[in-house]
Each structure stands twice: as structure tokens, then as C-alpha cells.
């Protein structure tokens, strides 16, 4: 059974920063891209990032360019995002999510609120 | 602004059949899949529909996706009070390399 389980998720003053991590389990982890998303309070879904299997690659959504940065360490079977410069508008929950084109597998997402 | 189009909401009676469509371009839906989301309240986001018209095991045949061109639609038949949810469409674009969401749509069961 496919498992994603993130953590991480917190209260941050804007301009901080923080990791996102994300637990998978049920396959084979270094052969699927894996992506995260977002979900702002009563907003729809939001792509972010996705990184391939052998991390040698990655997509960033143009509003955490230079900001986010995906990455996994296949060893553990993990998936990270870093966050910096956090604004409000980077409140959401966030889901860790298995491929990229066409995601098949959700977390249960972890919440990341930006205030001071 | 979703660059994949949905309405916003949508709605039936116990029984009847809802469409949702979802319009894109040429470089999302027009060559690539589409997927559709099934997002009940408080919960995580599921898998509908993989590959423009595929259903996961688990989702009742109720479910049903197709696409044509740069339009995709999601057709729910037999609608019950249970799929009362919002409903997401998504799409790899090739140009952008991202994936791409519709805005939802909200279906309520009257």
C-alpha cells in the first residue's frame, strides 16, 4: 500500500523559513517523480515542484522560483521541499504527491501558515 | 487564473447525470493526459480518472472521463449525495513544465 506522510508544517513569520519532508513507503521510490502541491485556505489545488526519480531534475511553478527548492534522498525513501523568504501568500497546506504528470498518490498534506 | 478552465459549480438531483468540463490549449490537453481529482471536504485530494478516461481500482464505474482536442470532461451518472465534493482537473503542460490545475468545480446534490 502506497504511504505518503508529511511533516514539517508550522507557524512562520514571514521572511522565515522552513523543510517540508515527506515519508513514502509501498514502492519503489527511486523510480517515480514526486511532486508537491498546495492548497491555500478555501482555494484550489496549486502545483509547486516535482523532482525525478534520480533527483536530476526539477520543475518549479514560477511563484517559488528562487525560493522553494524540491529534493530526496532515495536512501531514506524522502522527499523535502525547502521554503525561504515566506510570504502569507505561501499559507497552505501542502501535499506531497507520487509522479508528475499525472499524480496517482496523495499525502495527507502538512499545514504551513506565514504570519506574525 | 487556471489556465485549465472548469465552472465553478455544478449540481443535480439523487439519480441524475452531471458533466464537468474542463478546457485547456494545444500544449496541456491537446498532448498530454488528463486527470481528474476527487476532493471530498477536510480530506486529501483522490485519483478519479488516470489517462483521460482510466479508473483506479476502488472507483465505481459511475465515473467516467473522456477528452477530445483541448477539452476534457468528467461525467458523473447515478449521482449521489456522496459525491457531493470539489472536482479538479489536471494536465502536464509542455511549454510551461508544470502541471496545471482547473479551478474546481463544486458539485452539490440538491
Known amino acids: 500500500e502506497v504511504q505518503l506522510l508529511e511533516s514539517g508544517g508550522g507557524l512562520v513569520q514571514p521572511g522565515g523559513s522552513l523543510r517540508l519532508s515527506c515519508a513514502a513507503s509501498g514502492f519503489t521510490f527511486s523510480s517515480y517523480a514526486m511532486s508537491w502541491v498546495r492548497q491555500a485556505p478555501g482555494k484550489g489545488l496549486e502545483w509547486v515542484s516535482v523532482i525525478h526519480g534520480n533527483g536530476g531534475t526539477t520543475y518549479y511553478t514560477d511563484s517559488v522560483k528562487g525560493r522553494f527548492t524540491i529534493s530526496r534522498d532515495n536512501s531514506k525513501n524522502t522527499l523535502y521541499l525547502r521554503l525561504n523568504s515566506l510570504t502569507a501568500e505561501d499559507t497552505a497546506v501542502y501535499y506531497c504527491a507520487k509522479e508528475q504528470r499525472g499524480i496517482d498518490y496523495w499525502g495527507q498534506g502538512t499545514l504551513v501558515t506565514v504570519s506574525s | 487564473q487556471s489556465v485549465l478552465t472548469q465552472p465553478p459549480s455544478a449540481s443535480g438531483t439523487p439519480g441524475q447525470r452531471v458533466t464537468i468540463s474542463c478546457s485547456g490549449s494545444?500544449?496541456?490537453?491537446?498532448?498530454?493526459?488528463v486527470y481528474w481529482y476527487q476532493q471530498l471536504p477536510g480530506t486529501a485530494p483522490k485519483l478519479l480518472i488516470s489517462?483521460?478516461?482510466q479508473r483506479p481500482s476502488g472507483v465505481p464505474d459511475r465515473f467516467s472521463g473522456s477528452k477530445s482536442g483541448t477539452s476534457a470532461s468528467l461525467a458523473i451518472s447515478g449521482l449521489r449525495s456522496e459525491d457531493e465534493a470539489d472536482y479538479y482537473c489536471?494536465?502536464?503542460?509542455?511549454?510551461?513544465?508544470?502541471?496545471?490545475f482547473g479551478g474546481g468545480t463544486k458539485v452539490t446534490v440538491l
Open positions: 489536471a494536465a502536464w503542460d509542455d511549454r510551461l513544465s508544470n502541471l496545471l
Open positions: 489517462r483521460n478516461n
Open positions: 494545444s500544449s496541456n490537453i491537446g498532448s498530454n493526459y
